[in-house]
């Protein structure tokens, strides 16, 4: 395991997050089920043991910032009436849609 941490799931608990998860498990697969969570929280462990005292927390890594700009009327040379003509159903100007929940 990573630097001497052993975690230990039984067979029944890799039964029981089988279950809460609502995947099936053959008997044939628990063992090396067992084995690779053990490696995995094993590793999760490992990282509780990082010294992050010092660091600012990290929420947005990319350097991206919401853009807004102002809605703009484009004139594109067609009324209206001309665009709600190629739809199905039209009610007072708008398009009528079934009701999406």
Same mark, same amino acid.
């Given at each position: ?50 010294? !992050? ?9 990319? %350097? ?12 594109? %040379? ?18 009528? !849609?079934?009701?999406?929940?």
């Amino acid at each position: 395991m990573y630097n001497n941490v052993m975690v230990n799931l039984t067979r029944e608990d890799v039964h029981r997050l089988a279950m809460l998860s609502k995947i099936t498990i053959a008997e044939d697969e628990i063992a090396q089920m067992q084995k690779d969570l053990d490696s995995v929280l094993a590793y999760v462990e490992k990282l509780q043991d990082v010294d !992050t005292s010092n660091l600012e927390p990290t929420n947005q890594v990319t %350097g991206l910032k919401n853009i807004m700009r102002n809605d703009e009327v484009i004139d594109y %040379g067609m009324s209206q009436e001309v665009l709600l003509s190629n739809v199905p159903e039209v009610e007072k100007n708008y398009i009528k !849609t079934k009701r999406v929940l």
